[in-house]
């Protein structure tokens, strides 16, 4: 497991969004793509996981991502295949990265869940730094108290050395939650600034949203036609 780039800026802030709860990090990364014009720079590079591609409007979609945005000097990974079993792999890809770039933060994007979603659709937080906490908490987000982190979040709480913001959306859905994802983006862009439009936000984020039920469910029929033919061969 490896991050190959082609251009290799510095001084960066990494946003990476893997699928997971509300595939909160998934949409939120591909809104901010398309929203910040960001030029794909680098991919995963990978044995672990299987040979899978996805086609959306007869483009091909890089299962894993590493794109670039100038204006903000920021760093987006975005991944639409399920990481599980290479949680640690993927971490140490990132961290690796990170160094290399001289990474001043990293920002992981995930969806926290929630049986009782409240009207005020909170956004959580957790960050390695003092300093940090002061600011997110001066937003508006609240402090993450009580939770069981899994994933790459967790592993690179873990590990990493870098300074590490980890914002955890409400939500109570496991299928796609755009309208989570659209908060964890209103909280993004008071803390780096990114003068995102809110008026199309939600509209963006149900086009997501939307997208990646179709790239699911394909995934989904493809996988139990490889199980099929597993059982065939086998009877």
């Not at 894993?64 to 079993?85: E, R």
């Not at 402090?143 to 899994?150: A, R």
């Not at 780096?192 to 997501?208: I, N, R, S, T, W």
């Amino acid at each position: 497991m490896d991050i190959k780039l082609t251009k290799k800026p510095t001084k960066v802030k990494i946003i990476d969004g893997f699928p997971g709860f509300g595939l909160i990090g998934t949409i939120t990364t591909e809104f901010l793509i398309e929203h910040l014009q960001a030029e794909k720079i680098g991919s995963f590079h990978y044995e672990e996981l299987p040979a899978t591609v996805a086609i959306h409007n007869e483009k091909l979609v890089d299962p894993m991502g590493v794109f670039y945005n100038k204006k903000y000097n920021l760093v987006i990974l975005h991944t639409i295949l399920n990481s599980n079993g290479l949680e640690w792999q993927l971490a140490q890809a990132i961290m690796k990265m990170a160094k290399n770039l001289q990474a001043t933060e990293i920002l992981s994007l995930e969806g926290v869940s929630s049986p009782q979603v409240t009207k005020s659709e909170k956004v959580f937080f957790y960050s390695n730094k003092e300093k940090k906490k002061e600011l997110l908490k001066k937003q508006g987000l609240i402090p993450l108290k009580e939770s069981i982190i899994v994933g790459v979040s967790g592993a690179l709480m873990l590990r990493t050395k870098t300074p590490l913001t980890c914002l955890f959306a409400e939500t109570r859905s496991d299928m796609p939650d755009s309208k989570a994802a659209s908060n964890i983006i209103k909280a993004l862009d008071n803390y780096l600034g990114l003068k995102v439009d809110y008026k199309p936000l939600l509209k963006q984020a149900e086009k997501f949203e939307s997208k990646f039920k179709s790239i699911l469910k394909q995934s989904s029929l493809a996988k139990n036609e490889v199980d099929q033919k597993r059982l065939n061969y086998l009877g």
